[in-house]
């Protein structure tokens, strides 16, 4: 089971950036796929972004896209989620989440119930 760690949340102003990461317990994440999800109070959690380790695949929710940047970093073996533009809706808890399956497909890949692993979460609160 891999264990994941996110950080990076916290206050920005509207319009302001923020960086996401997350770390897998053994520094590695099987060449799987990892993804981003959040939550705000109140709503379902929601496919944010998500990344195949492997050949560095992305795809990103529409809300976020051109604003948002899924990467992964071998080096450091972490999954970051560099946020720029953002706006009081990105305000949430934010969650990376880890994939057994390898499968690259949108329906399955966004959503939650298709993750194996999950973090803590990290709060990522946008102020207008």
């Known amino acids: 089971q891999v264990q994941l760690v996110e950080s990076g949340g916290g206050l920005v102003q509207a319009g302001g950036s923020l960086r996401l990461s997350c770390t897998s317990s053994?520094?590695?994440?099987?060449?799987?796929?990892v993804g981003w999800f959040r939550q705000a109070p109140g709503k379902e959690r929601e496919f944010v972004a998500a990344?195949?380790?492997?050949?560095?695949?992305?795809n990103y929710a529409d809300s976020v896209k051109g604003r948002f940047t899924i990467s992964r970093d071998s080096a450091q073996r972490t999954v970051n989620l560099q946020m720029n533009n953002m706006k009081p809706e990105d305000t949430a808890v934010y969650y990376c989440?880890?994939?057994?399956?390898?499968?690259?497909?949108?329906?399955?890949?966004?959503?939650?119930?298709?993750?194996?692993?999950w973090g803590q979460g990290t709060q990522v609160t946008v102020s207008s």
């Open positions: 053994g520094g590695f994440f099987n060449n799987r796929i």
């Open positions: 989440a880890w994939m057994a399956a390898f499968t690259w497909v949108q329906t399955y890949y966004t959503r939650p119930d298709s993750y194996d692993s």
């Open positions: 990344i195949k380790w492997d050949n560095r695949n992305t």
